[in-house]
């Protein structure tokens, strides 16, 4: 039969697990699609979910959920939890849902055409905690150097075997605009034939909202992966989640992580790994069979593919924040996200612009779009400074071309990157 090549949603759809690691392709018969299942169940007491989708072709831009899907949880005690769907492919738990030390679960699917699949029976791994995350400031195996935030996990003594880890972070930085004014733009008259007007006009006033001081957020988007299978002990100590250069823009003031972690069994850990080696390894990209990734769920009454895991995993989280300055005192910050260093002074008239009335009526000669109401408009330039030089004419009678010395909106505005809100858990030092 005929080969194209599918796009595996896998990687890219898996919500919280990796953003999205590199992709690969995968060789899928023409007639055949796969569904993905991206079910991953903790013991923390709030709503679950489990997103589900299919895979998709290589030239489509959006991933292809399962809607109408039936989903249930059902425990070794025949308790059952159904999933409602509310929103396309994504399929939230009736209730907040806690998964239970001892028990074991299975997930079942069925599509609206009646085909059925079933993961096999998944028993929570024991819990364990982040002891403490420490950022350091070192200097990697590549040379460089920054800040390597490190934790330590004390593991469950009762553990026969070794502990594996899956990790995910969420960071949050501080942003203070470099060039941040207590002005901005406010009337902008583009409106050059209005009656009694006197040409386009632009105007500054008090800014209304603060927009020196923001605040952004970002996923982590690799696949962490960690275990004490070759170590003495379970206990995991000063292992690297994360590595920011001292050039990371995101480190130049104040810092936050917080580090989620997942306590896995050995089968989980082994489909993570696979998934880690896929999308490190690119040589063999274009040779990867579906059935090379062999997850824990089963099609029951159906020869449809089905790809994906059934996780269940102990959570437990820890945050922590640190200044710049406690790493590198006295030390230059970071480049800032963009390059603020020049000014520039775009004119409101063009080059060449005359207006003249003739018959009554404006004649305009030249380009008719003003630099600066156009870069304004567009979202591009901020107010830096007025040109002390400006008048209204020159001395040839003709419009000044610089009211105004502007810089890169970014550079005077920290909207342009972050909130200005400040997150709940933001403390500051």
């Known amino acids: 039969m005929k080969k194209k090549i599918i796009w595996l949603g896998l990687l890219c759809l898996m919500h ?39 895979t998709f072709d290589f ?84 040379g460089l150097e920054g800040v390597s935030i490190v934790l330590d996990v004390e593991g469950n003594s009762a553990n026969t075997g070794p502990d594996y880890y899956r990790y995910e972070y969420l960071e949050t930085t501080k942003i203070i605009a470099p060039d941040f004014n207590p002005f901005s733009w406010d009337e902008i008259d583009y409106d050059f034939f209005c009656e009694d007007d006197d040409g386009w006009d632009v105007t500054i006033a008090a800014r209304q909202e603060p927009a020196k001081v923001c605040f952004a957020s970002s996923n982590s988007n690799d696949l962490i992966l960690a275990s004490t299978e070759e170590l003495v002990t379970n206990n995991l100590e000063g292992f690297e989640v994360r590595f920011l250069s001292r050039e990371n823009y995101y480190i130049a003031h104040r810092y936050s992580i917080l580090v989620k972690q997942y306590h896995l069994d050995a089968e989980a850990a082994s489909f993570y790994q696979i998934l880690s080696d896929f999308s490190n390894n690119e040589s063999v990209f274009s040779n990867v069979q579906t059935g090379l990734i062999e997850g824990n769920i ?36 970071p ?77 005077v505005d920290c909207r342009e990157f972050g909130s200005n809100v400040p997150p709940e858990f933001w403390i500051e030092e």
């Open 16 to 54: 919280g697990f990796i953003g999205c690691v590199e992709e690969f392709d995968a060789q899928i018969n023409e007639l055949e699609t796969a569904l993905v299942v991206d079910a991953r169940l903790t013991n923390e007491l709030r709503p679950q979910t489990v997103l589900l989708s299919n």
């Open 59 to 142: 030239d489509a831009i959006d991933p292809n959920p399962e809607t109408g899907a039936e989903v249930v949880l059902v425990d070794d005690l025949n308790n059952t939890t159904d999933f409602i769907e509310d929103s396309p492919g994504v399929y939230t738990s009736a209730n907040a849902l806690q998964l239970t030390q001892g028990r074991t679960y299975t997930l079942q699917i069925t599509r609206t055409d009646g085909s059925r699949f079933l993961s096999t029976p998944q028993e929570l791994p024991s819990e364990t905690t982040i002891a403490a995350i420490t950022p350091t400031r070192v200097i990697n195996n590549s």
């Open 298 to 333: 089963n099609a029951e009454n159906t020869d449809d593919l089905v790809l994906g895991y059934f996780e269940l995993s102990s959570y437990s989280e820890k945050r922590v924040f640190f200044n710049y300055t406690d790493l590198f005192p006295d030390e230059e910050l």
């Open 335 to 411: 480049p800032y996200v963009i390059n603020c260093e020049f000014a520039s002074e775009p004119p409101l008239y063009p080059e060449g612009f005359h207006a003249t009335e003739i018959d009554g009526k404006i004649v305009i000669d030249g380009t008719s779009n003003s630099p600066l109401i156009d870069g304004i408009l567009a979202g591009l330039i901020g107010y830096h400074d007025t040109n002390e030089n400006y008048q209204v004419l020159d001395a040839d009678g003709e419009p000044d071309r610089a009211p105004f010395v502007v810089k890169p909106l970014g550079c």
